[in-house]
């Protein structure tokens, strides 16, 4: 079965330089969340989009910005890296609609991550 | 206090010996409660999801849920070496998925 793909996997930049992370949900997946992971913390939600609008936004910086695009992928953008944004960013997807008093759209399938760096 | 607490851990758990994850939340209107696995370095993966006050099972998860105590629990029978890993507890607050800092689980063989 098709996964949330992610690219790049990893990706090694220098502070004050730009980054785009890329997410393809699985299809007729139509949320998409960015969550941070820093070493041994907590997945950290950033924004997330339904149906190419923003939905909702954590604790992302104004450095940081992100959109869903018409084929329902997302790009995150993070300009003036710093140290501190040296992170593992998931991407996860979810699929809409309430089936049987469950509510689909609260599962998240995750991508398998990118691995930024920032030196 | 964090919306999401768990004992980071470690916890060591003989194989074959019951494994018991707790954690409590701290907002009283969350409705969703759910349970990710995550091995080190790959992405968290659902196990485990409840809604409603008590036990739900599933193969060898059970996961528990008292809102009143504001308290979710998962328990993994029967545990496995490949059980080994961190459990993020999380909660939908205002369809934000909040997660724990995870507990992390070491099954000894």
Not at chain 1, 20 to 32: A, Q, W
Not at chain 2, 91 to 104: A, E, P, Q, W, Y
Request: proline letters at 6%; a negative charge.
């Amino acid at each position: 079965a098709a996964g949330v793909i992610q690219s790049p996997r990893h990706l090694i930049k220098e502070k004050r330089e730009t980054a785009t992370l890329k997410c393809y949900p699985i299809p007729r997946h139509d949320t998409v969340y960015w969550y941070q992971q820093g070493p041994g913390q907590d997945p950290q939600f950033l924004i997330s989009f339904y149906e190419k609008m923003q939905s909702d936004k954590g604790s992302i910086p104004d450095r940081f910005s992100a959109q869903q695009f018409s084929d329902y992928h997302s790009e995150l953008n993070m300009s003036s890296l710093e140290l501190g944004d040296s992170a593992l960013y998931f991407c996860a997807s979810s699929f809409p609609g309430s089936v049987t008093g469950e509510f689909p759209h609260e599962k998240l399938f995750f991508g398998s991550g990118t691995q930024l760096s920032v030196l | 206090q964090k919306e999401v607490e768990q004992n980071s851990g470690p916890l060591s758990v003989p194989e074959g010996a019951i494994a018991s994850l707790n954690c409590t939340y701290s907002d009283r209107g969350s409705q969703s409660f759910f349970w990710y696995r995550q091995y080190s370095g790959k992405s968290p993966e659902l196990i485990m999801f409840i809604y409603s006050n008590g036990d739900k099972e599933d193969g060898r998860f059970t996961a528990q849920l008292n809102k009143a105590s504001q308290y979710v629990s998962l328990l993994i029978r029967d545990s496995q070496p490949s059980d080994s890993a961190t459990y993020l507890c999380a909660v939908n607050r205002d369809d934000k998925i909040i997660f724990g800092k995870g507990t992390r689980l070491h099954i000894l063989p």
